[in-house]
DNA sequence: GAATTTCAATACCGATCGGTACAAAATGAG
DNA sequence: CTCATTTTGTACCGATCGGTATTGAAATTC
């Protein structure tokens, strides 16, 4: 019918999801946008729609991208401890590696634009539930293999391991000394090993 | 000598803090500060200087209260489990009573401005730090009268224990199901009851 | 009470914000 | 080719941004 689209649609919402990860919803322009995507404004506005729906299909693109790499962490694993354990020690190596720190871009947008957003308070509130489920069927594997103390409460575990994820998360954004994180992860290792 | 100023800084101070943690830095504009605190912008300027100068004094003013808070608290308890107990449920009630959750006012400030501005990195941690040292302090007194396991590690302990509170808060933004947050307190108190 | 000083209020500044109208360029269909 | 259709690039929109020059009012000193 007619002239081509000269962008890769996927290419430049991964453009925007770097950006948007990095400085957030309002302090990202459409300015900032076009240029990190490489395309002019009236693209972005026909591929995406306005700057909030932008931001949205980013948010979600990364909560897949986020949800398959932490599941496929936790699948088939010989030592369901060995695997949060070496979970916790990565999210903090990776924290302490780069230079900025851009954390998780679901926490950040939890803390942004929840509170005054209902659709992003439901869309964050869903990934962590998703998250919290991928820990409380490892943990039930382990409970099952007989690795684990059959007595721990999985469902509850997994929140809690959650909540600490979160919580060192968003501790590393001040960027402490590195003992304090290494410490929390000792400390949370330890209700898995009771 | 000349005129006296009409406004009390403490009062339109406190009004500041409470638009910025309502909303952030990016999306509180001068023009909301203005009609919140009650006076012009010029006298704005000439009382604090420009927006992210007043933006800190807030912080700065936040995080005093906060700590305060905290360590009344956590002073001449008669049992520190009790404390910390009452300490995280306060902490749940607080966030579901009130209609917008504001969460902390230093949280929020780690994640928006930490990661891009040192000042807000140092100011951020620096309160973190010393709400570790009295959660450990708190937990050596409960060791030395007996109340704690003396094999506890005070310091690791509350170190763990404010990644927690951070988690708890930053997760309650995106208000999960009520038993999610009551969970993830017994599963915190429980690291005090080994 | 006049002079001086500091405040408050209005009005304004250039810059940038998110968003769009419009026309040229490029593609496919006939 | 010609026509229809869609994307692109430019240029622009009103609104709002953070910040300030200026003027008039209020209060203290002499």
Same mark, same amino acid.
């Given at each position: 019918?007619?002239?081509?689209?000269?962008?890769?649609?996927?290419?430049?919402?991964?453009?925007?999801?770097?950006?948007?990860?990095?400085?957030?919803?309002?302090?990202?322009?459409?300015?900032?946008?076009?240029?990190?995507?490489?395309?002019?404004?009236?693209?972005?506005?026909?591929?995406?729609?306005?700057?909030?729906?932008?931001?949205?299909?980013?948010?979600?693109?990364?909560?897949?991208? &986020?949800? #398959? $790499?932490?599941?496929?962490?936790? &699948? $088939?694993?010989?030592? %369901?401890?060995?695997?949060?354990?070496?979970?916790?020690?990565?999210?903090?190596?990776?924290?302490?590696?780069?230079?900025?720190?851009?954390? *998780?871009? *679901?926490?950040?947008?939890?803390?942004?634009?929840?509170? &005054?957003?209902?659709?992003?308070? %439901?869309?964050?509130?869903? &990934?962590?539930?998703?998250?919290?489920? %991928?820990?409380?069927?490892? %943990?039930?594997?382990?409970?099952?293999?007989?690795?684990? $103390?059959?007595?721990? !409460?999985?469902?509850?575990?997994?929140?809690?391991?959650?909540?600490?994820?979160?919580?060192?998360?968003?501790?590393?954004? #001040?960027?402490?000394?590195? #003992?304090?994180?290494? !410490?929390?992860?000792?400390?949370?290792?330890?209700?898995?090993?009771?």
């Amino acid at each position: 019918m007619a002239r081509l689209r000269e962008f890769d649609e996927e290419q430049v919402l991964d453009a925007a999801m770097q950006i948007f990860w990095e400085k957030g919803f309002e302090a990202t322009s459409l300015s900032d946008l076009t240029l990190r995507m490489g395309i002019q404004r009236p693209s972005l506005y026909a591929a995406f729609g306005d700057k909030k729906e932008l931001f949205e299909a980013a948010l979600r693109k990364y909560t897949q991208i &986020h949800a #398959s $790499n932490i599941r496929a962490q936790f &699948h $088939n694993n010989s030592s %369901i401890r060995e695997a949060f354990r070496v979970f916790f020690e990565g999210l903090v190596e990776q924290a302490y590696a780069e230079d900025m720190n851009r954390g *998780c871009f *679901c926490l950040n947008t939890m803390v942004e634009l929840a509170p &005054h957003d209902e659709k992003f308070e %439901i869309l964050t509130r869903e &990934h962590q539930m998703y998250l919290t489920v %991928i820990f409380q069927e490892a %943990i039930e594997r382990g409970i099952q293999s007989g690795e684990l $103390n059959p007595r721990l !409460n999985a469902k509850a575990l997994a929140q809690t391991l959650i909540v600490s994820m979160i919580g060192l998360t968003v501790m590393m954004k #001040s960027r402490p000394e590195r #003992s304090f994180a290494d !410490n929390v992860v000792s400390g949370i290792l330890l209700q898995l090993a009771e």
